[in-house]
Each structure stands twice: as C-alpha cells, then as structure tokens.
C-alpha cells in the first residue's frame, strides 16, 4: 500500500471523526434547556451534589470560570449566580456539565468583588422543574497570581517516558507546555524532569533538573536557557529540591541520596527515603558550590529562604546510627527505621554580606509530637511557615496522614490548615506573591491522582475551603490519569520556547561545569 493511500485513508479517517464529533457536540447543545432561570419551580431540600464542590469556598476575582457537573437527577439543569443586580446563568442537559460564558463571568467577578455570590440550581425532573438550597460563593478583594506551572506525572512509580511541566492561566484555561520529555517514545527522550522553582515569583530567573540522559540542571535568566553540571565529588549526591535567594542569583538545594520501598499491601503504595541528605550552596554568578550543612547524623532536605533572605528554613531528621556508617549500611538500616524517622522544621541565620550561617534553630518540634515534617514555604510578608506534617518521613505525597500546618512566627503557634485539609493527603504547596493564596497538591478526590486545590489564606492567619482548580469541562479532573505535581505560582509566563529548552537539553557538549569551593 502506498504512502498516499495511508494518508488519503488517515484524512477520511480523520475527517469521519470531526463530523461524528461535531454531530455529538450538536445533539448535546439541543439537549440543553435554555441558560434562563425557570419560571416555576418546587423547592427540595436534597443538598445540591456537584463536582468539583464549590459550595462556600473564597475565590480570588481573577479565577476562570468554576465549571461543574451536577449530580443530582434530573434531565436538565440550570445555574443562576447573583450578587445584587448583577447575574449569570447557564444551562446543561442531562450530562449535568455547566459551562459559564467566560466574558459573562469576568463581568460579574469585577463587579462583585468582596461580596457574596448566591448560586441556585436547578433540575428537570419528569417535566417539572426543582430548585435545589442555594449556597454561597465569596469573591476576594485580591487576586491570585495568573499563572501556575506544574508538573504531571504518573501517580505511583511508572518510568519516566511521559511526563512534562506545563503552565496554566488561572485567569481562563489555557494550557501551554514548559517542557515534554517525550512525545514519541524514542529512548533518546527518556529523561525525567523536576523541581522546577522560579525567584520571587517570577519567571525572569526559573531553573528545573534532568535526570537520566542528557542530566544537569536547566537555568533559565531573562529567557536564555543554560544547562549546568552539578555533579562534584566533593558532594553528598545531585542537587534538588532548590530554593532562590530572594535579592541575589544564589540557590540553596538539598544534595539527596534517595531509595524507595513499594509497598504490597497498604494504601499508602510507596515510601520515598533518604539515607543521606545535605544543604549546599550555588552561586550562580561565580558557578560555584559549597555545602552548608554536612552530616553524618543529620538528614536535611527541603530548604526555603525567608523573604529578607536572612535566615533559611528546612527540615532535619536526626539518625544517631547514621553515624560513622558507610553508605550501603545506611541504606539498609533506614529500610528498617522509614516509620521512626521524624524530621523538625529547622531554621538558620544568613549574612549576605559575608555568607556565613548561624547555628541550626529548631522552629517545630515535631519529633517530641512523634510527627514528621515537609516543604517550609514561608509566606511573601514573613510572618507564617506553612509544611505538611504526617505521622513519619518526608515524602508524604502517599502518606494519609498528611495535612497542612502554619506557624506564627510572631506568636509561635502552630496550628492545622483546618479549613483547607482533607482526609486525605495534602502534600507539595506553595503561596501566591500577595500571600492571600496557597495552592496544594492533593489527593483528595480518589486517594489516588494528586490535583491542584486553592485556598484563601485570610490576613487574620485563617484558611478557607479549598477548591479544585477549574477546567473548561469539569470532567476532564477524571478524564486526566496523571498527577499534578509541584504546583508553583507565578505572575509572568515561562519566556522561553519548548524548542529552546529542548536545545539546551540535548547539548550535552555545552552542559557547563560548576566548581566545589566558595
């Protein structure tokens, strides 16, 4: 068979596909009743059942619409939303999908901003229409940080082969790719990337590693990409889980030597352990690398700066057997000990001028609590520590005991997230640049694929419901088999091209090297 004839039959194929697709898209908007409040309707008081639940959560005016599905019966349904004399409405069949007119919905968001907004539903049952309880929605006075870029992956421990960071507008819904390993599984792409992490909220300076083929890690400044070498004999192991100084081109990691344990039979499926783990120090500007902390007995990971950049967070496991043990022996004793690892939120001073550091600083004892510390993030005013705390480890994105907590740091207490927790795990989380916002990657829904909730953090120190981040068609948060993973917020969009980044990967020859030394 000829090429032409393969293409002639892919085009009809093709062309066959669009026209049942339109016909369905066309059948489902005649199913459709009109986007207009019924007439008459009998009021229910069954509790309105949708997904994704936004039921009395607090969201940012500058959010996209908060599509929904609802699962109450019926063959028809309408939304109405309305604060005072400002309104919207659309209608659904009996998919339940509500799709709100974005230019509709912006409208409404400026103009009610700080005011409640009244959402009623309503559905067709046997010709006659139903009013469900109406709910609340509050619109924030501030906004959210437009763009949030993120990683998807495979939920458990498949092969790297398909995963990508991508960055979506908060403000609609488009999606545009940061970075794909791997679009036609050759093996020439079989690279992981990770740990993507930008400078105060900004993509004018972001970097992300590769792992595997064509490793080292991508700087991006100002839209040049340029991939270094962090390898040196004079570390631990490679370099992640990075943090940038806030004024200066300086990037604290942690340097981890990492295993991994699969369970057969327990929910929780994977346990993510450290044998080794250390802090170090990149200039950027001089190509250098030096360590901060370098212990047997000690595991640090995790760092964060303060937004003065005068003193950095982290979270240390202390392991008195570590001591004097080779690395082979650490690695099978902490297969044992995984449960009785429990590490403190830890904090030190910072010089600037003089690049020196002070003495380690417990912030929160989570040991004497038999709990176990992840991921400082200190909020943009430095005032609150926001981690994750579960019952052991560090990698708690499998751990069902995993909720958010804050610290006060003019006050010193610690206390949960109550309001945005869920059963369920809460793990990688990151605030917005106005400190009003936090964005978590939860497992919430199905304890299975993490995806990205957000949640009001008010100026009295207080969260609010978290809700999923909303999609054109809320059904695609089940359609999508892959993880939301390290959620990050920006106010720019990522400057440099896919190819770019793609250049720069693949140039082995001109990967830089760095220097072990101040």
């Known amino acids: 068979m000829t090429t032409t004839h393969h293409l002639r039959t892919l085009t009809h194929g093709l062309h066959a596909l669009a026209v049942l697709l339109l016909a369905a898209l066309w059948l489902a908007a005649c199913s459709r009743p009109k986007a207009e409040v019924p007439a008459h309707s009998r009021p229910v008081s069954e509790a309105p059942h949708t997904f994704p639940d936004y039921r009395d959560v607090v969201i940012p005016p500058n959010i996209a619409p908060l599509n929904m599905q609802v699962k109450n019966a019926g063959t028809a349904f309408v939304a109405h939303i309305s604060a005072g004399s400002h309104s919207i409405t659309a209608a659904a069949g009996a998919d339940g999908v509500l799709q709100f007119d974005s ?35 509050h619109v924030a006075e501030e906004e959210i940080d437009r763009y949030l870029s993120y990683r998807l992956i495979e939920p458990s421990y498949e092969i790297y082969r398909q995963l990508g960071l991508y960055q979506r507008d908060l403000e609609g819904f488009g999606v545009r790719t940061i970075y794909e390993n791997n679009r036609r599984y050759e093996s020439d792409h079989n690279h992981c990337i990770n740990c993507h992490n930008y400078q105060n909220h900004s993509t004018r300076r972001m970097l992300f590693h590769v792992r595997g083929k064509h490793g080292g890690t991508v700087f991006v400044e100002n839209g040049k990409a340029v991939k270094m070498n962090m390898k040196s004999d004079s570390l631990l192991a490679s370099a992640v889980y990075p943090t940038w100084h806030p004024q ?264 830089q090297p760095v220097r072990y030394g101040k």
Not at 108 to 137: C, F, I, K, N
Not at 326 to 344: A, E, G
Request: glycine share 4%.
């Open 103 to 137: 230019l509709q919905w912006r409208t409404l968001l400026s103009q009610t901003r700080g005011h409640d907004l009244r959402v009623s539903l309503y559905a067709q049952r046997e010709g006659e229409w139903v009013s469900l309880p109406a709910y609340t929605m």
């Open 248 to 511: 200066h081109n300086w990037v604290v990691f942690s340097s981890n030597q990492t295993g991994q344990a699969f369970h057969l039979r327990n929910p929780q499926k994977i346990e993510v352990i450290d044998y080794g783990s250390d802090l170090i120090f990149y200039d950027a500007e001089r190509h250098t690398v030096c360590n901060v902390l370098k212990t047997d007995a000690d595991l640090e990971t995790f760092p964060c700066w303060a937004p003065d950049g005068r003193k950095l967070y982290y979270c240390s496991a202390h392991v008195a057997q570590f001591e004097g043990l080779n690395t082979d022996q650490r690695r099978d004793l902490v297969t044992n000990l995984y449960t009785q690892l429990h590490y403190n939120v830890m904090s030190m001073t910072f010089d600037p001028a003089t690049r020196t550091w002070g003495a380690p600083q417990v912030e929160v004892d989570c040991a004497a609590m038999g709990r176990s510390a992840a991921v400082p993030r200190v909020s943009p005013d430095g005032r609150y520590v926001l981690f994750t705390m579960a019952d052991y480890g560090q990698f708690h994105i499998w751990h069902l005991s995993a909720d958010l907590y804050v610290k006060d740091l003019q006050t010193g207490q610690v206390e949960p997230l109550a309001a945005a927790n869920s059963p369920r795990q809460e793990s990688y989380h990151a605030w917005s640049s106005n400190g009003r916002w936090i964005v978590v990657a939860s497992r919430r829904d199905d304890a299975s694929y993490s995806r990205a909730y957000i949640a009001y953090f008010d100026k009295q120190g207080k969260s609010h419901k978290a809700f999923l981040m909303p999609q054109h068609d809320p059904r695609q948060n089940v359609w999508l088999t892959k993880s939301y993973n390290v959620p990050e917020l920006t106010r720019d969009a990522v400057p440099v091209s896919p190819d770019d980044l793609k250049a720069c990967i693949y140039a082995d020859d001109k990967a």
